[in-house]
């Protein structure tokens, strides 16, 4: 009885079709801790399942980062100066021009043992990011939670989307950025953060919680914007995919967009995702981060944004490709007022295919100047 | 002694810990090219990182299973990467409510993507050692390892209606298997 080592080991293959790419000292550096903590710590290791992240609204999930590909940044390890640049990795190239935009904030709050910073906060009229620090006298695993983590923006009752990044960097030492968008704009943000516990998720160190009490407040203005209505979509097979407006900051370029779906697909389909691929008429390629999306059940319509790098300003024109992806799988939870989780699910049957794709034609976008 | 180009492959199948440290100098260009290709479509962040460890850890664990010389070690390590990327691109695809999907995974579910599916992926490789050499060789290229039939077929100098025939009866006979499996365990 062969295992899929040995049968990988049987099996023959061309030389050729292998492929190698540069990696830095630093990585090489990275995986090798990982691996001698693994080593040290289980002989008989076995992967850790994919960390599956409760649905509130709609959570955009993105687990830590490693791997410096950049070597121009690689000097703020381990003191790292930009963390939006530090855990987008180098690879969206999104956050750039982040840190340079963002306000300082870097307050500290300590309690019970461990000291939470603010390091930096923005606003880009949509989206609220910030990056923290946590120090703690206890190991918290690679990927510590925060149990009780509650973000408020003064008199906003709408929905929030967002996404959460945390990463050990050393020892007892953990970066992050949690991301919140709201459903409309807005010149100015109070934000009150609230952080009652801490909780690794990882199983080995699960039984350590630590609460405390970590309060922040901090108001932020919007990054000014230049709004451009646009109002321009495409249809197919009766799905209606348009783009609503692109608000160009001088870090990054939100595009707003809205899908709106027949009955009869309703029916047929549980998720219904419009996602967008852009690039400009000069070859640039953008990367973004979905920032979720929000709608009513009783409608048919649903609202998105995606939230995208620095915008060439030799570009005159954008080229959006609209994209739904159509599924019968996953599911989440809903939340009303009062907290009450209800289970969303599906099933597949012969009516209700597992997936499915509709692929749009372009959208040209004019820029305005 | 020291770790050396001559000598890593013995020393890590000793347990050497210096042997992993001077394969992931050795590998790591080329263990993260391949996982890169297969997993950077999912735009998710961490999860080529976490398959590259993973990889590296499985050479680690697995390593008395290797039997070969230099360049066979080499083609191990990318098989593995190759393997455990495209492992993980299906498990990721399943766990997306915002699906990205592969064509082929969603257009035809074949015998094998069940298998798959079912949460034990052990079963399907034990099935498939049951098959005869020449058969368990093209499954793994073709379900471990994304082959395509007529890069297999280029590989075993046949045609590739005879690697699609034979795909189409070990199928079937897998199904089979299978079938009795679950039998088994009801």
């Known amino acids: 009885m062969k295992d899929i080592y040995e049968l990988l080991n049987d099996v023959d293959i061309d030389e050729g079709e292998i492929e190698t790419m540069e990696v830095s000292d630093i990585e090489k550096a990275k995986v090798k801790k990982y691996l001698k903590k693994s080593i040290k710590k289980n002989k008989g290791w076995k992967k850790k399942g994919l960390v599956a992240a409760a649905l509130c609204f709609v959570v955009i999930g993105s687990v830590g980062v490693v791997g410096i590909t950049n070597p121009a940044y690689a000097s703020e390890i381990p003191i790292v100066g930009d963390i939006f640049r530090f855990l987008d990795n180098g690879r969206t190239g999104m956050y750039d021009k982040y840190k340079e935009n963002a306000n300082e904030i870097n307050v500290t709050k300590e309690s019970n043992g461990v000291a939470i910073t603010i390091k930096d906060a923005i606003f880009d009229g949509k989206t609220v990011s910030y990056t923290y620090e946590i120090k703690t006298d206890k190991d918290l695993g690679e990927q510590p939670m925060c149990g009780e983590w509650y973000f408020n923006i003064k008199g906003y009752k709408g929905g929030m989307s967002g996404g959460s990044v945390i990463k050990k960097v050393n020892t007892n030492t953990y970066i992050g950025k949690d991301d919140y968008t709201i459903d409309n704009e807005k010149d100015e943000v109070i934000c009150k953060l609230n952080i009652s516990k801490i909780t690794p998720i990882e199983e080995n160190v699960s039984n350590i919680e630590i609460e405390g009490n970590w309060d922040f407040d901090f108001s932020l203005k919007a990054i000014p914007g230049n709004k451009q209505i646009i109002n321009k979509g495409t249809e197919k097979d009766g799905v209606k995919a348009n783009i609503e407006s692109i608000t160009k900051t001088s870090m990054s370029f939100i595009i707003n967009y809205s899908q709106v779906v027949p009955n009869e697909l309703k029916k047929k389909w549980f998720g219904m995702s419009l996602e967008i691929e852009v690039k400009d008429d000069l070859g640039n390629i953008y990367k973004g981060q ?13 609202y998105w944004s995606k939230t995208f790098g620095k915008l060439d300003e030799k570009a005159t024109k954008l080229i959006v490709t609209p994209k739904m992806y159509l599924s019968n799988t996953g599911g989440g939870v809903s939340m009303d007022e009062n907290g009450k989780e209800t289970e969303i699910k599906h099933t597949v049957d012969a009516d209700h295919p597992e997936k499915g794709k509709i692929k749009f034609d372009d959208v040209v976008i004019d820029l305005e100047k | ?167 189409y009866r070990g199928k079937k006979k897998l199904s089979k298997e299978a079938t009795r499996l679950k039998l088994e365990v009801v």
């Not at chain 2, 008395?64 to 066979?72: A, D, V």
């Not at chain 2, 098989?79 to 990205?100: C, G, H, Q, T």
């Not at chain 2, 074949?110 to 079912?118: K, N, Q, T």
Request: charged share 35%; net charge negative.
């Open chain 2, 1 to 167: 002694m020291r770790c050396t180009e001559k000598n890593y492959i013995n020393r890590l199948k000793k347990g050497n810990e210096d042997a992993l440290e001077f394969i992931v100098d050795k590998y790591l260009g080329l263990v993260k090219a391949t996982v890169y290709k297969v997993l950077s479509p999912l735009e998710r962040d961490g999860i080529i990182e976490e398959c590259i460890n993973d990889v590296f850890l499985s050479v680690w664990n697995n390593s008395n299973k290797f039997n070969g010389e230099e360049l066979e070690f080499k083609k191990w390590i990318y098989k593995i990467a190759k393997f455990k990327a495209i492992d993980y691109y299906r498990k990721e695809i399943k766990n997306l409510d915002v699906s990205l999907e592969d064509k082929e995974i969603s257009t035809n579910k074949l015998v094998e993507e069940e298998i798959i599916s079912a949460e034990d992926r052990n079963e399907l490789i034990q099935l498939i050692s049951t098959l005869e050499p020449l058969d368990r060789d093209i499954f793994t290229m073709k379900f471990f390892l994304g082959a395509k039939s007529d890069d297999i077929a280029k590989r075993f100098e046949l045609s590739r209606a005879a690697i699609d025939n034979r795909i």
């Open chain 1, 290 to 302: 979905g920032n979720g999306g929000h709608g009513n059940d009783n409608d048919n319509t649903m």
